[in-house]
């Protein structure tokens, strides 16, 4: 009994100490404070093992940046600064030109090269990017290079395995990179076969101790593919047969993902380097093998990145720039809708300025908490003025921003607090009628499969589900 008691007094002190050291220490959005706060009040043992996993911030630089001068950005983006800001930057497109503002603010805080040579091509069904996707790998010459939050081995990922196995057979250099917390599931024979064949394979942040990592709270959400420097993927889809449309709880997959040839696989290719020499004992130097793409096009495209190591939440800034800028839409298309008060707020000035703002999110959660979540927040939007529908014809994952048919964004960061702050995320910004006219349309196919969220409705919903929204609301800026 005395001994039990001295543990419940240890543990209610180092519940104490660690509640202090969240106020005052790490500097935190005081949602999230007020959030972890009361987990640790309300679950007192449960809670700190909780926050162990969850909730601690990265510490210190997690990437060796000078690789970025090594592979020569910090000299490109200093000459594409001093261009712009003498006035002597020569715009290609008028987009890039009118939105100027973004594109500096992206190259000066993330040093987001901006590129004008770009083809780009758009894939919202999984069949057709796998399809594209697979037949581009198999014409690999010289390098594969593949980076995605989630690969699963089975009927999609064992595809993808026989062709990376033919490949690196054929004396093409292979490396895959995948997300240890993401890729939980793919079986240890999966990996092994790959190795076999020659395929250099790494997990990010890895767990030293099974089923156990510290670090689970910090995840690599990007999704590259790079072949032979010269064509890059980026977006939405990962690797598993539910993207195909083949899981019955979701049905069929809505996603959004880009085919790019031209400038911008350059900064794709940076970005795979960066994040493998991360996780990798073999680094990548600078070679111009990786560094082949030639102007292919004239789509303006930015490659921006973001997570815990950034010093900005330079993805959703990105998001808040375009949003500001709109004078006649926003479409947004997201899986989860959890802003912080920021973007929230932005949306709102738009809705309120007149702007037709209009939302687009799932009918079914794979998340509960989040889906409730994005629930109440997608209600908030409602009473100021935005359209709100909800997708009926299986999961929405896309996650794009479409402003004016002038600029666009396409990736890997949904509107919520975990892409802007805990995931490492990746985007294209567009700055290009076609794609934005697109996308554009994409949107209003997808409205003729969804139901709108009138205000009307949502406030016939039940207690239980206002009782979710509030409980789902109040622990949000933690999920």
């Known amino acids: 009994m005395h001994i039990f008691a001295y543990l419940l007094g240890l543990l209610t002190i180092i519940n104490i100490l660690l509640a202090l050291a969240i106020v005052f220490l790490e500097r935190r959005d005081a949602s999230v404070t007020w959030a972890w706060l009361l987990v640790l009040v309300f679950i007192p043992v449960a809670g700190f093992v909780i926050y162990l996993l969850f909730g ?16 020569g950005v910090k000299k490109q983006v200093q000459a594409q600064l001093r261009a712009i800001e003498e006035d002597t930057f020569v715009y290609k497109q008028e987009a890039v030109k009118e939105y100027k503002d973004l594109a500096y603010m992206h190259l000066r805080n993330d040093d987001a090269i901006l590129t004008q040579g770009n083809d780009v091509e758009l894939f919202t069904d999984g069949q057709k990017k796998f399809h594209a996707l697979l037949h ?8 594969i290079h593949l980076l995605y939050y989630i690969v699963r081995s089975d009927k999609l990922g064992e595809r993808l395995a026989d062709v990376l196995i033919k490949k690196a057979q054929e004396g093409v250099k292979v490396r895959f990179l995948y997300d240890d917390m993401g890729s939980r599931s793919i079986k240890k024979n999966y990996v ?18 099974p089923k156990i990592n510290l670090k689970l709270n ?9 072949i032979d420097g010269k064509v890059g993927y980026i977006g939405g889809f990962n690797i598993g047969d539910e993207y195909l449309g083949y899981d019955r709880k979701f049905g069929y997959w809505r996603d959004t993902h880009l085919r790019i040839t031209g400038e911008a696989v350059r900064a794709m290719q940076t970005r795979f380097i960066l994040d493998w020499n991360q996780a990798s004992r073999h680094d990548i130097e600078y070679e111009d093998r990786y560094y082949l793409s030639e102007p292919a096009g004239n789509v303006g495209v930015q490659i921006v990145s973001s997570g815990p190591d950034s010093e900005w939440e330079q993805i959703k800034h990105g998001y808040i720039k375009m949003i500001l800028s709109a004078k006649k839409y926003v479409y947004i298309q997201t899986p989860y809708f959890i802003p912080d008060e920021s973007l929230a707020d932005a949306l709102k000035v738009a809705v309120l300025s007149g702007v037709d703002v209009r939302i687009m999110i799932p009918n079914k959660p794979d998340h509960p908490f989040v889906y409730w979540a994005t629930y109440s927040n997608a209600g908030d939007l409602i009473k100021a003025g935005a359209q709100v529908y909800i997708y009926q014809n299986g999961f929405l994952h896309a996650k794009t921003i479409v402003v004016d048919d002038k600029i666009s964004s396409v990736g890997t960061a949904n509107i919520d607090v975990r892409s802007f702050r805990l995931n490492f995320e990746v985007n294209a910004f567009l700055y290009d009628q076609n794609t934005a006219g697109v996308l554009k349309e994409k949107f209003e196919e997808d409205i003729l499969l969804s139901t709108q969220l009138s205000h009307k409705l949502y406030k016939q919903r039940s207690n239980w589900i206002r009782f979710k929204e509030s409980l789902s609301r109040l622990i949000s800026p933690i999920l």
């Open 56 to 71: 601690r911030k990265l510490s210190g630089k997690i990437f060796t940046w000078d690789t970025k001068s090594r592979l």
């Open 136 to 143: 581009d790998l198999s014409q690999a010459k010289d390098h």
């Open 192 to 209: 092994r076969r790959l190795v076999k064949a020659g395929v250099e394979i790494e997990a990010f942040f890895p767990s030293f101790i």
């Open 218 to 226: 910090h995840r690599n959400h990007r999704k590259l593919a790079i």
